[in-house]
């Protein structure tokens, strides 16, 4: 059971991982190429929140990558749309549920 563990806890730190990469990556093209500077300011931000796993943090990646697909369909530019499709779809594995769980819903938005 603990090598279960082990290997979920390996999963969840590789894919914290290459989300946090993929934004350095984006961070590092909004700023030098795409000249879009708040895009580039937040994409560290959104990673250094799911490195350290803040309760926050999956709905920071769900903005932010959101923004980004809208930015890149507008553009034209693709593949920046398409990575950050993936990303969203990265964040819906199960993975990615026990690293960063969803928020529990407000006690005043629960049924009666």
Known sequence: MSQAVSSSRCGERALASLLALGLAGYATFALGIGHWWISGVAAPVVAALLLARHRRARFSAYVFFS??????VLTGWWMLAGG???AILLLQTPAALRAWPRLPLPARMTRP
């Open 67 to 72: 923004v980004v697909v809208l930015r890149g």
């Open 84 to 86: 950050a499709a993936a």
